[in-house]
């Protein structure tokens, strides 16, 4: 089945340590989405990417960083110079064929906490 | 900007009521709009989705929503909510006229279903 594979989905980091989360689609789709989601908050857009080899920043970018050299593949990086990484992460998908009306399909999240 | 507001944090009805959570959005033109439901520590599942057209859409799982442009509005309905919907839902918006197609999230509105 096709999907959004996010790993792992539990992580903890240490203070001063840079960690990388994972997410994989194999539904051969163009864009990915980065969203960070806190209690009472919603979801926050961190990074994006289009296409491969590029990516913009999204609303809370700071902190993080991203790369795209798959199509299928997006890891993000939480740096040391996120002071406030506890939360929930979700990796999002999306068909851009036609006229950007595709819905986004999102991977079943990573928890990061910190040690 | 743009921002979705979901007033009701928190909604607890009866199994076998019906049941609406409502999504107000600000923006300039008619947003692509869309209703995501979470259950706890999992991804996002689309339930339904309005790009044009027909005002009241059909999702799964027996969801409705009606789009009210006069109103700014895109509330969710149910006839007859089940034990198995309580969850998290989540309005959202994505913007027509730009190539980022990134959600913007509401808060969400945690709904609890009693016996």
Same mark, same amino acid.
């Given at each position: %089945? =096709?999907?959004?594979? #996010?790993?792992?989905? *539990? ?6 340590? +840079? ?5 994989? #689609?194999?539904? +051969? ?7 960070? #989601? %806190?209690?009472?908050? =919603?979801?926050?857009?961190? *990074? *994006? ?9 999204? %609303? ?9 050299? !798959?199509?299928?593949? $997006? ?7 996120? !002071? +406030?990484?506890?939360? $929930? ?9 036609? %006229?950007? +009306?595709?819905?986004?399909? $999102?991977?079943? =999240? ?6 | ?19 609406? &959570? ?21 991804? &996002? ?17 027996? @969801? ?40 913007? @999230?509401?808060?969400?509105?945690? &709904?609890?279903?009693?016996?």
């Amino acid at each position: %089945d =096709g999907g959004i594979t #996010q790993s792992p989905k *539990y992580l903890f980091r240490k203070e001063g340590q +840079n960690v990388t989360l994972s997410c994989e #689609q194999n539904l +051969n789709h163009d864009a990915m989405y980065w969203y960070r #989601q %806190d209690p009472g908050q =919603g979801l926050r857009l961190i *990074y *994006y990417s289009q296409i491969v080899n590029d990516f913009q920043k999204g %609303d809370i970018a700071e902190g993080y960083s991203v790369s795209r050299e !798959k199509k299928e593949s $997006f890891p993000l990086t939480v740096t040391s110079a996120q !002071k +406030n990484p506890t939360a $929930f992460y979700l990796c999002a998908s999306r068909n851009r064929a036609g %006229d950007g +009306n595709q819905p986004q399909h $999102f991977g079943d =999240g990573t928890r990061l906490s910190i040690l | 900007a743009q921002s979705v507001t979901q007033p009701d944090i928190h909604i607890t009805v009866s199994e076998g009521a019906s049941l609406e &959570l409502r999504c107000n959005y600000s923006y300039g033109a008619t947003p692509y709009l869309f209703w995501y439901v979470q259950s706890p520590g999992q991804g &996002l599942q689309l339930l339904l989705k309005y790009f044009s057209g027909d005002t009241l859409v059909q999702g799964i799982k027996g @969801f409705e929503a009606e789009f009210k442009r006069s109103q700014s509005s895109f509330n969710l309905r149910k006839p007859s909510v089940h034990w198995s919907d309580a969850a998290e839902y989540f309005c959202a918006v994505a913007e027509r006229d730009t190539g980022r197609r990134a959600l913007t @999230f509401g808060s969400g509105t945690r &709904l609890q279903v009693q016996p």
